[in-house]
């Protein structure tokens, strides 16, 4: 198992890939991809139990499902540092005829994605029929999802929220990424949700809570708590508190940052805040 330390490089590094990417084109979703790389990296370098050898039947490994497909800058980085594809391909992000288009999807290919997300909404759907899928052959590996918060606010969650306990599908560990931000502000000046925790519990969901969510060890132990329960009668749910733009200071405590790119002179100043760890590509 990597260390804290390593696993923080690993985190490092993303990031500065996160703001390269989306800077050499002057476009994508930087804010939400850095304030879920430490979850990224955690998931795929020490938690979950994986093949890079790509197969979309995923038969007796973890899968993952990313829902807000928004952040994909932080899904490729991790994804080619953990030996999907090569780390040099990220250099044609969101360019045409590239496999890294803005919001991921299959038709590329890509080793790594096993839906088209970025429509809103969808991934708990997909992530409970894989759950389903693989109780159904016998196969006693889990599926982990990652929703954004704005995001609950499209009905179709919720759907999936309330089927997801009634039959319950009890090996899926859906991560709620709560920085309280979406592209036209804060989420409860938007539409208020109220208590998303309650609302979960209500639906007959285990919730548990990660607080720090961008601290490493904070979020290695929330993900073992949540296998623990896994296997119960009871789908779980993280509510993983992050920090939108986390790592770079000018783009923290704001939700400006959530589809915007940095300019030559921001882009310098985010990476003197992240120095090289593993290599840029």
Request: proline content about 4%.
């Amino acid at each position: 198992m990597p260390t804290t330390q390593q696993l923080q490089d690993f985190t490092q590094q993303v990031r500065r890939d996160i703001l390269r990417m989306v800077h050499a084109v002057n476009s994508g979703h930087p804010g939400g991809s850095l304030g879920c790389a430490e979850f990224f990296t955690c998931l795929y370098q020490e938690v979950m139990e994986y093949s890079t050898n790509f197969s979309m039947d995923g038969k007796n490994e973890d899968l993952f499902f990313l829902s807000n497909g928004h952040i994909s800058p932080v899904y490729y980085s991790v994804l080619a540092h953990s030996g999907f594809f090569p780390v040099s391909e990220l250099a044609t992000f969101r360019l045409i005829d590239s496999r890294l288009q803005g919001h991921p999807t299959t038709h590329e290919g890509l080793p790594g994605i096993r839906i088209a997300s970025g429509s809103l909404g969808q991934g708990m759907s997909v992530a409970l029929g894989a759950a389903e899928a693989k109780k159904l052959n016998g196969d006693d590996k889990l599926v982990y999802s990652l929703h954004g918060d704005g995001e609950l606010q499209e009905g179709q969650n919720w759907e999936a929220i309330m089927y997801a306990s009634a039959k319950k599908v009890d090996n899926i560990i859906c991560t709620i990424d709560l920085n309280g931000k979406q592209i036209d502000g804060a989420t409860d000046d938007v539409l208020p949700m109220g208590s998303i925790k309650a609302k979960f519990e209500a639906f007959g969901w285990d919730v548990l809570e990660v607080k720090e969510g961008n601290d490493i060890e904070a979020i290695l132990a929330g993900l073992a708590e949540a296998k623990s329960l896994t296997g119960k009668g009871k789908p779980v749910c993280i509510l993983l508190y992050t920090e939108m733009g986390n790592g770079v200071d000018f783009m923290m405590n704001t939700h400006a940052w959530h589809g915007k790119a940095p300019n030559n002179e921001q882009l310098e100043s985010a990476l003197a805040q992240n120095p090289v760890t593993l290599g840029d590509y």
